[in-house]
């Protein structure tokens, strides 16, 4: 298989990633190695800035692959922007409606059609005040266990010193290392050929994420907490926390 070309729209993302990259922090990119050079590969992140995609494109830009995001979709909405999404062949995420389902299969055929595809299964930036990952949503399972494709947990660390989106603080300097560091591969092997529902699908996405924990503790140079925080979908809670790697989604 070729290596994939970029095209007009990649190359012109590029022209505006790769200045704010490097201006708003020292870049530390790390375990490239893990990436395959051709096919595709799922990537699978912990999300703790808004700068994230732009460190997450050019860790992989800078090793030779093109970046594919499933992000939400009203992004397709601002202008310039959404033209880029959709000019590069970015992956658009319908929530909670009947499209949910189209999105999953456009991430699958990507990976199928050798892409690099990104996704953030947290599916928003961190509400755990440390900065560990959350509960994650299912649909990163799903793409694994449908795809043929190496899986590899990939961690961003410094990103939310220099853009810290709920607290509205942006400070780019003095300038922050930025580490962003890919993993082995996760093993799936014993997971693959089984049924898929949602026991399997909670299962695998633990698994998987808790790989992207342990990897950002790594990285940090402390150890990584029990379970995931969870944000609590009643209106009425008033205690969000960390429950156990089974817990409800």
Known sequence: MAREK??????LAATVFYPVGYLT???????????????????????ISHLDPIHTALWLHTAGRTPR???KHSLWSVPVLGQILRGSAQIPVYRGS?????????GTQALA???TVIIYPEGTITRDPDGWPMQ????VARLALTSDVPVIPTVHWGTREILDGYNKKFRPLPRTTVTVHGGDPVDLSAYRGRPIDAALLREVTDLIMTRV???????RGEPAPEGFYRVSRSPDATDPGRGGPAAAP
């Open 213 to 219: 924990r342990d990897l950002l503790a790594e990285v």
């Open 6 to 11: 970029s095209g007009f729209w990649i190359s």
């Open 113 to 115: 059609d050798g892409k």
């Open 69 to 71: 995001f499933m992000a």
């Open 98 to 106: 009947a499209d949910a389902q189209n999105s999953l299969a456009a």
């Open 25 to 47: 922090g020292r870049p530390r990119y790390v375990g490239r190695e893990h990436l395959p050079e051709v096919g595709g590969a799922l990537i699978v992140g912990n999300h």
């Open 136 to 139: 994650s949503r299912t649909g």
